[in-house]
């Protein structure tokens, strides 16, 4: 069975910076495209940024291009979210989760969640 345990979300000032962790349990880390969503009250999921098995390539969402970088480490079964120059509409629950074959920008391609970790950007 896989977990994963997203940290690091809370409440920063526009401007600011965040680093979100998901720890993954099971032994098949390595081998999964890991990605990162986001949700807001009242609205639908949305993609991230993903990250190939290796890390090698990496997929940003239109909105926060240039702002946020996604890393990882294998051997400490973490996938990252490097937050910069926080903005209001990034306030949401962001959920990381383990790809099925790649990576995507659907969640339907996606078949671990983590329980999310709560962003607040104030203005």
């Known amino acids: 069975q896989v977990q994963l345990v997203e940290s690091g979300g809370g409440l920063v000032q526009a401007g600011a910076s965040l680093r979100l962790s998901c720890a993954a349990s099971?032994?098949?880390?390595?081998?999964?495209?890991m990605g990162w969503f986001r949700q807001a009250p009242g609205k639908e999921r949305e993609f991230v940024a993903a990250i190939s098995t290796s890390g090698g390539a990496t997929y940003y969402g239109d909105s926060v291009k240039g702002r946020f970088t996604i890393s990882r480490d294998n051997a400490k079964r973490t996938v990252y979210l490097q937050m910069n120059s926080l903005k209001p509409e990034d306030t949401a629950v962001y959920y990381c989760?383990?790809?099925?074959?790649?990576?995507?920008?659907?969640?339907?391609?996606?078949?671990?969640w983590g329980q999310g970790t709560q962003v607040t950007v104030s203005s």
């Open positions: 099971g032994q098949t880390f390595s081998t999964r495209a």
């Open positions: 989760a383990r790809g099925r074959y790649g990576w995507t920008p659907n969640t339907y391609d996606y078949d671990y």
